[in-house]
């Protein structure tokens, strides 16, 4: 019924500044029906926050599934609402790269592995309700590398630095 992805970034920029990047992608389904187009009841959304400790730049955005303007596909690996993409050349997410571009900014990240996957809870399965039935799969990539540009207040800044990446999904 549901799933997001969480991607934390720490850089370092070549202008000397920290940024600390964070998007995340969910996707919800608001019932069990498997329609097409507008019937798909799947709704995407996204949001990213840039910081560098005195300014905050950020955008969310939600979408509809079903009508080609969100979704994920695998293999190859590719999440997408919009303009905003997360994608890679396999059915892995990394090597990845994440595209996202808004009015005001843009981040362009090639992501990838420097360690091994953790998977989360008991085995990867966390129990979310004592008295219901609602729980979820979960697994980290907490090594990651990662190099690219920020465009800020039209000033692009070279940027590298490391990842940590969160996936969950369940009822």
């Known amino acids: 019924q549901h799933e997001w992805w969480n991607y934390y970034a720490t850089t370092n920029g070549n202008n000397g500044q920290n940024y600390f990047i964070q998007w995340s992608f969910f996707r919800i389904a608001v019932d069990e029906r498997n329609g097409r187009g507008w019937q798909n ?4 959304l996204s949001y990213i926050v840039i910081s560098n400790g005195t300014q905050v730049w950020k955008e969310q955005r939600i979408a509809r599934g079903g009508i080609g303007q969100a979704g994920m596909t695998s293999p190859p690996f590719q999440l997408w609402l919009d303009n905003w993409k997360w994608r890679s050349v396999s059915a892995n997410p990394f090597p990845g790269t994440l595209e996202v571009s808004t009015d005001l900014f843009s981040v362009h990240l090639k992501t990838s592995t ?11 399965f966390k129990i979310k309700h004592k008295l219901q039935s609602i729980a979820s799969f979960n ?7 990662i190099e690219g540009t920020l465009n800020l ?15 969950e999904w369940g009822s």
């Not at 420097?114 to 990867?124: E, I, Q, R, W, Y």
């Not at 697994?139 to 590398?145: G, H, K, Q």
């Not at 207040?153 to 996936?167: F, L, M, R, S, Y």
Request: aromatic share 14%; proline share 8%; glycine share 14%.
């Open 41 to 44: 009841p799947q709704l995407y």
């Open 114 to 124: 420097s360690g091994p996957f953790l998977v989360n809870g008991d085995k990867g």
């Open 139 to 145: 697994f980290s990539a907490p090594f990651l590398s």
């Open 153 to 167: 207040d039209g000033q692009t800044i070279e940027i590298e630095g490391n990842a940590w990446v969160n996936k």
